[in-house]
């Protein structure tokens, strides 16, 4: 990061009550303040949230793209995590 | 018991702050000191405009005329605006732009709050909205206010620079108008109250100056409103009775 | 998964996967330039703001001309996901290293201007960014996914002021049709220059940046733009612009296209304008940012 810029935000945005905070957007500000009232600004033009979120990107830990196979793939063959994996005979509800 | 009747002058004057204001406002699109800043200058301009027009509005059906926001915006000489002078003069330096949001967004929210529970019911809609947006300008003037004040030794001076060069044109805020639903005198401790806080929380101080005489409640203004309304009302007024 | 085996099944590169260098640098040079577009065509319709002629087109347009700077910062933050900042970015555009689209070179002489950017530099702006809401770079896809999205409203209101205009008095008229002529084939000079001159768009196109030819997406404005045309009553300066049945699009004339590399080259209207403009904003602001670095430098001290 250039010292010249202010810092990166990543910018989470609520979209209604119930719902998750989801990524948006980022954003340069001075301070955690600023990057709200910035978010706010920027992400919300168009009441696209009830609630928001800013983080400092360089504060965010990462999975590493090259580790995706290990990470990942091993949940691959787990298939009776999922309901579909089961029968159920006919006739039966709520289950 | 009959409902005291809002003088057209009072509303047309708190219209024609926040449309002058906005007009300002709107030259800082594309030329805030970053992006993000644009945007929000936009959006004070924007809430400014919506407030006039809901108030210009208002004022035409109060005075009976029959003249749309349109025609009070673009159809009145400088010598029937009735805004403040604090609103009219240029701000092309961001720190004066500060300074004078921060007064002004923060007598706004005394006054609109103080209307929302008027008895005139049409005033107090377009106040009890109107106090929530200002809340907003409010708050963004206080921070950058805390961040000028108390940044670097070049931003501290030229916050106090503007604070200097907008206080003469504070007064004016709080011209008694006792047929007004509210007073303006009345709200002077509590506005100044508020915007002395920030002031001394950003490490500057409150400037000891003589008051302009003012007039703008009067129709008398600086030069600079005649130049704004030349640009503004040119293009309405070059092509009469049209649609746009 | 390997750079190559994403795009063949269509896949989305983000940003800390390996990917080529050229590829990197073609990104960032692409959404750099579309960055800088969207800040300095800020500009010419920003000229109109102090005078629009109602106050509800006033607010329309503060309320675009915002969104063009919303649209920017989008930009300029998915050009950092791969390792740009976004002060080197504003460097380049400010020294020239770094183009913006030359349709903004052109001055906004009148109110009409503003409805013919809206409805004809708009619309060529969203058929070129349509096919890039699935750009094979994940973070420019979605940011293209929301300046698309507010971008609908744009095009919506330049066509309404021109067709206000174009009902209104002659004068208004005329006014309309002037700025149409005007800007109608810098307009169409907006998707580049044809395909068998367009040395970078095969690279483009194999990486998923580019989904279809500069020509392709010409032709498909052009043969939208006709029946809004008609439905305005405003006539397109171009006397060879007829349907062919045959090909079941419009033919249309021949493009200057030694205009658009004049303007290009710096020769336009507006250049010096454009870029001074934006410096001085950019110089003036130079102590708000210091101070506001400055104040959180002092926060973190205290609370350190």
């Known amino acids: ?95 | 018991m009959t409902t005291p009747v809002t003088p057209a002058g009072f509303v047309l004057g708190l219209a024609d702050d926040a449309l002058v204001s906005a007009q300002r406002m709107g030259w800082w699109i594309s030329r805030a000191p970053e992006l993000e800043e644009d945007l929000a200058l936009a959006n004070i301009g924007l809430d400014q405009l919506g407030q006039a027009r809901a108030l210009l509005t208002y004022a035409g059906e109060l005075e009976g005329t029959g003249r749309t926001e349109d025609d009070l915006a673009y159809l009145r000489d400088d010598r029937d605006f009735r805004n403040v002078w604090l609103v009219e003069r240029p701000q092309t330096d961001f720190g004066v732009t500060i300074a004078r949001l921060l007064v002004f967004a923060t007598w706004q929210s005394e006054l609109y709050a103080a209307l929302a529970s008027s008895a005139d019911l049409t005033l107090a809609g377009v106040a009890g909205k109107a106090v929530k947006e200002v809340a907003y300008h409010v708050d963004h003037a206080r921070l950058w206010t805390l961040r000028l004040g108390d940044g670097t030794e070049e931003s501290h001076r030229r916050m106090q620079d503007a604070l200097d060069a907008e206080w003469p044109y504070v007064e004016e805020l709080f011209v008694a108008d006792p047929d007004a639903p509210i007073d303006p005198a009345t709200l002077r401790d509590a506005v100044l109250g508020r915007v002395g806080e920030v002031v001394a929380a950003a490490t500057l101080t409150v400037p000891e100056v003589a008051p302009s005489v003012g007039g703008g409640r009067r129709g008398l203004h600086t030069e600079h409103l005649g130049h704004l309304l030349a640009g503004m009302q040119h293009l309405h007024r070059s092509h009469p009775g049209v649609t746009w | 998964m390997r750079f190559e085996d994403l795009l063949a099944g269509d896949g989305r590169v983000e940003p800390r996967d390996e990917m080529p260098d050229a590829y990197r640098r073609t990104l960032v040079r692409q959404i750099a330039q579309h960055a800088h577009s969207e800040i300095i065509g800020m500009q010419p319709e920003g000229n109109w703001i102090s005078r629009a002629p109602s106050l509800r087109r006033k607010a329309i347009l503060m309320a675009k001309v915002q969104d063009e700077a919303g649209h920017g910062l989008y930009l300029y933050a998915a050009a950092e996901t791969l390792g740009v900042d976004r002060a080197d970015l504003l460097d380049q555009l400010h020294t020239g290293r770094q183009k913006y689209s030359s349709i903004f070179n052109y001055p906004t002489l009148t109110w009409a201007d503003v409805g013919a950017i809206g409805w004809l530099v708009d619309g060529a702006a969203i058929v070129n960014q349509v096919p890039l809401c699935r750009c094979s770079y994940g973070p420019y896809a979605r940011a293209m996914v929301r300046v698309c999205k507010e971008e609908s409203f744009h095009q919506r209101q330049g066509f309404e002021i021109l067709h206000t205009l174009a009902h209104g008095s002659p004068a208004q008229h005329a006014m309309a049709q002037d700025a149409v002529d005007r800007y109608w084939w810098p307009a169409l000079m907006m998707f580049g220059p044809p395909d068998d001159d367009s040395p970078n768009s095969a690279q483009s196109m194999a990486w998923g940046i580019k989904r279809f030819s500069n020509d392709e997406l010409r032709q498909r404005f052009v043969d939208m733009t006709v029946p809004q045309a008609e439905a305005l009553g405003l006539t397109l300066p171009d006397p060879d612009l007829r349907w062919n049945d045959e090909r079941g699009h419009h033919d249309f004339g021949e493009i200057d296209f030694t205009e658009l590399y004049e303007v290009v080259r710096g020769n336009g209207p507006c250049n010096a304008d454009r870029i001074a403009h934006k410096v001085r904003a950019h110089e003036d602001g130079a102590w708000v940012r210091e101070a506001a670095a400055a104040y959180a430098a002092k926060r973190e001290a205290g609370a350190a």
Do not use: C
């Open chain 1, 1 to 95: 990061m250039s010292s010249r810029d202010w810092p990166l935000w990543e910018v989470f945005v609520r979209p209604r009550r119930g719902l998750s905070h989801v990524h948006a957007g980022s954003l340069h500000a001075p301070d955690a303040e600023m990057a709200l009232r910035n978010a706010r600004d920027v992400y919300t033009r168009r009441q696209e949230g009830v609630s928001l979120w800013v983080v400092p990107s360089a504060e965010i830990v990462a999975s590493d793209p090259g580790e995706r196979d290990a990470f990942f793939d091993p949940a691959e063959d787990k298939v009776y995590r999922h309901p579909t994996f089961y029968d159920v005979p006919e006739g039966v509800q709520h289950l």
